[in-house]
Structures are given as structure tokens and as C-alpha cells.
């Protein structure tokens, strides 16, 4: 139970930070084309980016189950992140009854934004695991040991 929690603690995660980032895309679209909608695109936006980002990481959860974010490509991680992006798309189609011109829009834009939100994830996973590294004395086999001896007395 206490690993399920933790998943959905970090899928919400995940999702309020890619709400975030889409928000100010959102934002920056708004600026530049000055477009007046019903709602806010930076809402509009923030809204998609959290959906996506929960998307992004049960596909994760599903694929990549017990690897550390130490043992993942980027290329593979962005992949995973554009097929969360075409599952949005399709959600976002079916809800919104687009045409087909619409849908093949929207499915490479998601896709994209996507693989961009999960690189940006990957490389900030790894850049804070870097920096809650021990001294220099540290060796990664000892890492290692330690995470089979937890394992053990789970």
C-alpha cells in the first residue's frame, strides 16, 4: 500500500509540474498571437499539462515498473513521454469530437510537448539525484549493496 501511495504522490507531482511548464507555454501563445479565447490559454494549458503529466507517468509505471531514473535513456524516456502525448491526444479528440484536420494537429503538437516535458523530467531527476550524492568517498557498489540489503528486509 505504501508503494501505491507513494506512485500517486509522484504521478500528482508529475502532473503539477508539467501543468506548470504548459501553463507558461500557455501563456507565452497567449502574448504572442493575442488571441482572446472563452478561457485562458495559460489554464487551458495548465489543465492539459497536469492530464499529461499523469498520463506520462502511469505509462511509465507500467513500462519501466522498478528501473531508477539512473538506469533510463533520455531517447527512451522521451519516447514513452510522446506515446503518453498520443494517449492524451486521443482522449482530448474523443472528448472534443475534433474533425480529422483538427486531430492531426493536436496528435504530433501533444506528442511533442510531451517528449520535451519528459526529457526536461529526466534531466532534472538525474541533476538533483547528482547533487543528493555523499562525499567523495562514496563508491557506487556500496550504493548498490545497500539498495539489495533494503530489498532483503522488506
Known amino acids: 500500500m505504501q508503494r501505491w501511495l507513494r506512485r500517486v504522490r509522484g504521478a500528482i507531482g508529475m502532473g503539477i509540474t508539467w501543468g506548470a511548464a504548459w501553463a507558461v507555454a500557455g501563456f507565452v501563445l497567449a502574448v504572442a498571437t ?62 472534443a469530437s475534433l474533425a480529422w484536420g483538427d486531430v492531426l494537429a493536436i496528435v504530433p503538437t501533444f506528442a511533442l510537448a510531451s517528449a520535451v516535458c519528459a526529457s526536461g523530467s529526466l534531466a532534472i531527476a538525474r541533476r538533483a539525484a547528482r547533487r543528493e550524492l555523499p562525499s567523495d568517498r562514496w563508491h557506487p557498489a556500496e550504493a548498490a549493496l545497500a539498495d539489495r540489503e533494503s530489498e532483503r528486509l522488506r
Open 34 to 95: 493575442h488571441f482572446e479565447a472563452d478561457a485562458p490559454f495559460p489554464l487551458i494549458f495548465g489543465v492539459l499539462g497536469f492530464v499529461a503529466g499523469v498520463t506520462f507517468s502511469a505509462v511509465l509505471a507500467l513500462t519501466q515498473g522498478r528501473r531508477r531514473f539512473d538506469q533510463m535513456s533520455l531517447p527512451r524516456f522521451a519516447g514513452w513521454g510522446a506515446i503518453g502525448g498520443l494517449l492524451l491526444s486521443a482522449l482530448f479528440a474523443n472528448a
